[in-house]
């Protein structure tokens, strides 16, 4: 009995090592595939480095609009309002004309 015991025992520590080794191998492949393939990944990088190039365009579209919204405001600050555009927003807005012009619309507003 006590050399049945005896083989068992160093057979049960080598199991038990062979199971620790593939326990820290699935842990490290675990970690390479996130390393890889996860929310951080090389993978993941790339996905937002063009992202971040599509904000960046969005952005730039967006202060070109800005600039030329806030020229706009200035344009009809109620202190130095320009005539030119005050007249072409009532005309567009309010159909105010004066009587000696004649107004013609290429297409028809649905």
Do not use: F, T
């Not at 344009?75 to 004649?102: F, I, K, Q, S």
Request: charged share 30%; proline share 5%; aromatic share 4%.
């Amino acid at each position: 009995m006590n050399r049945s015991s005896q083989r068992s025992a160093p057979h049960r520590v080598g199991i038990r090592q062979w199971l620790g080794k593939l326990a820290i191998a699935a842990c490290l492949l675990g970690l390479g595939a996130l390393a890889l393939a996860g929310p951080y990944g090389v993978l993941e990088w790339g996905r937002q480095n063009a992202l971040l190039d599509e904000r960046e365009a969005q952005i730039a579209a967006l202060e070109a609009e800005r600039v030329e919204l806030g020229n706009r405001v200035e344009l009809l600050d109620p202190e130095r309002a320009d005539p030119d555009l005050v007249g072409e927003l009532l005309r567009r807005d309010l159909n105010v004309a004066h009587p000696d012009e004649y107004v013609i619309e290429l297409k028809p507003r649905n």
